[in-house]
């Protein structure tokens, strides 16, 4: 497989530290797709779960070495944390090896269009207001996504090797669950639409998007916990939601021509 080279790239919710991380994928990604920018748009360590538990594995420290390598060949890396790895935050406007540290950033497109690049957390009512419910919702996610390995093993040993996430099943059958979606989506857009943006790109909820709001861009980067996507920047300016699957990319395309009101 060739090596894609795209304007900027988008990764959030990696997770690093925790037993969630799609480590392996994540470097599959990470071999095969380059950019002249890459955002690491939060909850790129989680020092909650390494506040449990020490767990760090060798291909988490690989994923680490990977992104510093691409960083020391040129790549523009720009480390947005998240609440997951919010002691960060400290440090806005540092530069470590390489990697510049912003609490948010705007990033404007080869088409001139200027996006709001956040974690998304700052827009969660319920961790910034109950913390303890924002953690104890984190600690039964976790508890779906180690069901979900041993799933994924049983499912191996019958042959069948399309991807299911019980966290995701959970999440899109509980209705109070798909309401939160929908509320945080519009909290950040009405937060942010009198702004002078075209839109916002986030992550925090694990859930992939592009979507037009009142035209305003709404999109989410998703994770590498479930989903394994990105968002990923064309030369045109053209923004996409790529799937990728371990030495395949699936590739969800969404005709952004028109959601970015290009004139």
């Known amino acids: 497989m060739n090596n894609t080279t795209y304007r900027t790239i988008w990764i959030s919710d990696l997770h690093l530290g925790s037993t969630q991380c799609q480590a392996d994928v994540l470097l599959d990604f990470l071999k095969y797709n380059d950019s002249e920018k890459l955002y690491l748009v939060g909850d790129i360590i989680d020092f909650w779960a390494l506040s449990k538990k020490m767990y760090w ?19 523009q890396i720009i480390y947005i944390p998240g609440n997951h790895d919010e002691n960060i935050r400290d440090y806005d406007n540092y ?3 390489d990697i510049t540290v912003k609490k948010s950033d705007v990033h404007t497109t080869a088409s001139g269009k200027r996006f709001l690049v956040v974690h998304g957390d700052e827009y969660d009512t319920v961790v910034r207001y109950h913390r303890w419910l924002a953690k104890l919702g984190s600690e039964s996610y976790d508890i779906l996504i180690e069901i979900n390995r041993f799933l994924k093993i049983i499912r191996r040993w019958f042959g069948v090797q399309s991807q299911f996430s019980l966290a995701a099943f959970v999440k899109f059958k509980v209705k109070n669950i798909v309401q939160f979606i929908s509320d945080y989506e519009e909290s950040i857009v009405n937060s942010l639409k009198n702004d002078d943006f075209d839109g916002v790109i986030c992550g925090h909820i694990h859930h992939a998007e592009i979507k037009d709001i009142g035209g305003f861009l709404y999109v989410n980067t998703g994770d590498f916990v479930e989903s394994c996507t990105a968002i990923v920047e064309h030369y045109s300016g053209t923004l996409e939601l790529v799937r990728w699957l371990k030495t395949e990319t699936v590739i969800n395309y969404e005709p952004m021509e028109a959601n970015l009101h290009n004139s």
């Open 57 to 75: 594995p060798r291909d988490h420290n690989t994923v680490i070495q990977k992104v510093l390598r691409k960083a020391r060949h040129g790549t």
């Open 95 to 97: 530069v470590f090896g």
